[in-house]
């Protein structure tokens, strides 16, 4: 046992010298349980976001939710229009300022640009929200920003009239569904999660660089678990990308209706944090049939230490590759 122990402590040492460090703790512990107003669903099941919260951030949000101006100033102006439809990414995390978010730059190429990205989406979202603004805005593209580190793999998020996908909270994010579609308040979704002597566990091993090694693998067999268990309940027997896929079919429907282009631009994992399910070669098969561009982004690109997002340089090549792709309709793959 002994032996153990300073062999453990010796790799910790040798692995933080060569600079690994812990593994982020997502939800971290709080005196008192706080849930931040920063999101709302109305009777469409769609979510958006509260503007009087990100208003006290100095962020802009328009009567719809979303980070953009008004829908009708938008709409008056005679450019060529591109909807962009996706999560955190679009909504323009990472950018400093938010004006550098690719949806912003766009602009500067003479196109109107229409931001419909909330943080924590998922594509069952994007479908709802272009089956409901795809017939409004007409757009002469429509733009879906597909994130291959948490649009695959997942839970599907829900949507339901009046009732939240998840919770901000001051101790972190959190799903409101649990694995059999059961939605839950604030305080049930937390011990649900992140309750138990497990995740005690677990937050203290990711206090460790080895533990936390150990222990993200155990996360990883627990997450796959209450995955089976969603799958047994809603598709027995189906692929667990099933729901992306179909939210992917609803989009091109929608699209064809409408008679508009559209393109799933694809956007990886950061290069660090990529893992067997979140790689392209993993999911390349869910964008079979659609019109998809893969957007290589290299590790510069993104912003430096835990943070999953693209940073100011990768918001400018994302922005250039949808004028691109805007000019020259051949580089769509399907």
């Not at 980070?67 to 439809?85: G, N, S, T």
């Not at 101790?171 to 309750?195: L, P």
């Not at 000019?327 to 769509?332: E, I, R, S």
Request: glycine content about 8%.
């Amino acid at each position: 046992m002994g032996i153990t122990l300073v062999s453990l402590l010796v790799l910790e040492i040798v692995l933080r010298i060569a600079g690994y460090t812990p593994y982020e703790v997502p939800f971290m512990r709080v005196d008192e349980l706080k849930v931040e107003d920063r999101f709302y669903t109305d009777e469409t099941g769609i979510l958006r976001m509260n503007p009087d919260y990100y208003d006290s951030l100095g962020v802009s949000i328009n009567a719809e939710g979303f980070r953009d101006d008004e829908l009708a100033a938008q709409l008056a102006l005679d450019r060529p229009r591109i909807m962009f439809v996706g999560d955190s990414f679009t909504y323009g995390a990472s950018a400093v300022p938010k004006s550098e978010a690719f949806t912003d730059l766009i602009e500067r190429y003479g196109y109107t640009g229409f931001n419909f990205g909330v943080p924590g989406t998922d594509p069952v979202q994007y479908a709802a929200i272009t089956e409901q603004y795809l017939p409004i805005v007409k757009p002469d593209l429509l733009a879906i920003m597909f994130y291959l580190g948490d649009d695959i793999n997942r839970f599907p998020v829900r949507l339901e009239p009046n009732k939240v996908t998840h919770y901000a909270t001051n101790a972190g994010m959190v799903y409101a569904y649990d694995a059999n579609g059961r939605h839950m308040d604030v305080e049930e979704a937390c011990s649900y999660y992140f309750g138990g002597w497990q995740r005690r566990i677990e937050y203290l091993v990711r206090k460790s660089v080895v533990l936390g090694i150990i222990g993200k693998s155990v996360i990883g067999v627990r997450n796959r678990i209450l995955m089976g268990r969603y799958r047994a309940g809603h598709a027995k027997g189906g692929d667990r990308n099933q729901y992306v896929i179909d939210a992917l079919t609803r989009i091109k429907t929608a699209a064809q209706a409408q008679g508009t282009r559209y393109c799933i631009f694809v956007i990886p994992t950061k290069p660090s944090m990529r893992s067997a399910v979140n790689r392209y070669e993993s999911a390349a098969y869910i964008f079979d049939g659609f019109e998809t561009v893969y957007v290589d982004f290299v590790e510069d690109e993104y912003v430096v230490g835990r943070d999953p997002h693209i940073n100011n340089a990768g918001h400018a090549r994302m922005a250039e590759t949808v004028r691109r792709v805007f000019k020259d309709p051949v580089l769509l793959k399907n």
